[in-house]
């Protein structure tokens, strides 16, 4: 099992930023792919950004404003999240991998979720 835990979700307003956090205890998250994915109501999740350590990825709707990190001694995976748009409204999930993808369904571990709400 690896037990992760986001934090770091809020209310703000359109142009404004917010850092995501993903930690898990007991388990080197490094060993992992690691990914965030959002979940708005009545849509599917959707992935946002994966980081390995070769590779990070976004999706289109990221680029140029979030940016995902690693801090391995803190155990801890970071979404950084500028500029943010009424549309980014979601649940943030932290997930974790053996296997590179931005599909939902290669992600075995799951955090409990964060919301970030963006008001316009």
């Known amino acids: 099992q690896l037990p992760l835990v986001e934090s770091g979700g809020g209310l703000v307003q359109a142009g404004d930023s917010l850092r995501l956090a993903c930690t898990a205890s007991g388990r080197t998250l490094s060993q992992y792919v690691m990914a965030w994915f959002r979940q708005a109501p009545g849509k599917e999740r959707e992935f946002v950004a994966a980081?390995?350590?070769?590779?990070?990825n976004y999706a289109d709707s990221a680029k140029g404003r979030f940016t995902i990190s690693r801090d391995n001694a803190k155990n801890t995976v970071y979404l950084q999240m500028n500029s943010l748009k009424p549309e980014d409204t979601a649940v943030y999930y932290c997930?974790?991998?053996?296997?590179?993808?931005?599909?939902?369904?290669?992600?075995?571990?799951w955090g409990q979720g964060t919301q970030v709400t963006v008001s316009s």
């Open positions: 997930a974790a991998s053996w296997r590179y993808d931005s599909n939902p369904k290669f992600y075995t571990y």
């Open positions: 980081y390995s350590s070769s590779r990070i």
